[in-house]
T-cell receptor, first 113, second 115 residues
Framework: DVKVTQSSRYLVKRTGEKVFLECVQD?????MFWYRQDPGLGLRLIYF???????EKGDIPEGYSVSREKKERFSLILESASTNQTSMYLC????????????FGQGTRLTVV | AQTVTQSQPEMSVQEAETVTLSCTYD???????LFWYKQPPSRQMILVIR??????QNATENRFSVNFQKAAKSFSLKISDSQLGDAAMYFC????????????FGGGTRLMVKP
């Protein structure tokens, strides 16, 4: 089974802190994604990566950056956390070929106080 | 840009009954894929069913089936013989036919199942 693991299920951080959300997948997938989930808005794409050291902005990249130094790991970075970044963050991965399923982690619920 | 709309924030169904969740989308593409994902309280997103736009036949997976109306850009999910374990958030999602595999999600529908 594909496993996508997010390092924390719950996280509480202070405004202005630098925050790292880590995601690891064990199936050698080329693509990795970070989504943000908010009530009524569904999931919105923050960033995605289709290869090591490659990244592209999604729909809501402002206030975030990402890092992919190894194929299996994709990190989401909040350079200076703000209260409006309080949300659920979901990581996903998929093969690089067409018509393949995306597999999701269990999410990190981040609260910025 | 593609948009996906789920007009029902909440739905409820009696156990063993049938329920239909609605989804509409907007796109100018002719080739794409549509998905329904389930997110139970555990938060693990689970793929329920997928539909390729070029296929006219509606996809089915056991108790789950879709009504895909390409001209109307409608993609509803029917759950038959509802079970308590079906209670979850359901998300409709769209993906263009390219190698990026990026999904565009609707706002979600919370399904409650009454015993």
């Amino acid at each position: 089974d594909v496993k996508v693991t997010q390092s924390s299920r719950y996280l509480v951080k202070r405004t202005g802190e630098k925050v790292f959300l880590e995601c690891v997948q064990d199936m050698d997938h080329e693509n990795m994604f970070w989504y943000r989930q908010d009530p009524g808005l569904g999931l919105r794409l923050i960033y995605f990566s289709y290869d090591v050291k490659m990244k592209e902005k999604g729909d809501i990249p402002e206030g975030y950056s990402v890092s992919r130094e190894k194929k299996e790991r994709f990190s989401l970075i909040l350079e200076s956390a703000s209260t409006n970044q309080t949300s659920m963050y979901l990581c996903a991965s998929s093969l690089g070929t067409r018509n393949t399923e995306a597999f999701f982690g269990q999410g990190t619920r981040l609260t910025v106080v | 840009a593609q948009t996906v709309t789920q007009s029902q924030p909440e739905m409820s169904v009696q156990e063993a009954e049938t329920v239909t969740l609605s989804c509409t989308y907007d796109t100018s593409e002719s080739d794409y894929y549509l998905f329904w994902y389930k997110q139970p309280p555990s938060r693990q997103m689970i793929l329920v069913i997928r539909q390729e736009a070029y296929k006219q036949q509606n996809a089915t997976e056991n108790r789950f089936s879709v009504n895909f109306q390409k001209a109307a850009k409608s993609f509803s999910l029917k759950i038959s013989d509802s079970q308590l374990g079906d209670a979850a958030m359901y998300f409709c999602a769209y993906r263009r036919d390219n190698a990026g595999n990026m999904l565009t999600f609707g706002g979600g529908t919370r399904l409650m199942v009454k015993p």
